[in-house]
């Protein structure tokens, strides 16, 4: 089992930058494919950026691509998402996962883990 707490999340203005922390627990991080999701007010929960176990993979939603990058290090536990050119749209509430599965996955149901959230807001 792992848990999970993100870290990082604030205020910033349009075309702004911020860096997502997700800290997890257990001996077996370098074992589990992270993602990271995010929830807007009064919508569905959307994929952003998985990384596979080593870090060798990764995969993005199209509206993040060439924006945002998704890394980690299995020596500290941590998977970051440095969040570049940001904008309005992409105000919600991130949640980092983790799922056991050897393959990448976009979809939230087959995430077995999930943080508490850290909050992005993006002024215009």
């Known amino acids: 089992q792992v848990q999970l707490v993100e870290s990082g999340g604030g205020l910033v203005q349009a075309g702004g930058s911020l860096r997502l922390s997700c800290a997890a627990s257990?001996?077996?991080?370098?074992?589990?494919?992270m993602g990271w999701f995010r929830q807007a007010p009064g919508k569905e929960r959307e994929f952003v950026a998985t990384?596979?176990?080593?870090?060798?993979?990764?995969y993005y939603a199209t509206s993040v691509k060439g924006r945002f990058t998704i890394s980690r290090d299995n020596a500290k536990n941590t998977v970051y998402l440095q969040m570049n050119s940001l904008k309005p749209d992409d105000t919600a509430k991130y949640y980092c996962?983790?799922?056991?599965?050897?393959?990448?996955?976009?979809?939230?149901?087959?995430?077995?883990?999930w943080g508490q959230g850290t909050q992005v807001t993006v002024s215009s």
């Open positions: 257990g001996r077996t991080f370098s074992s589990y494919v």
């Open positions: 996962a983790a799922r056991s599965k050897a393959y990448l996955s976009l979809s939230s149901t087959e995430y077995s883990y």
């Open positions: 990384i596979s176990w080593s870090g060798g993979s990764t």
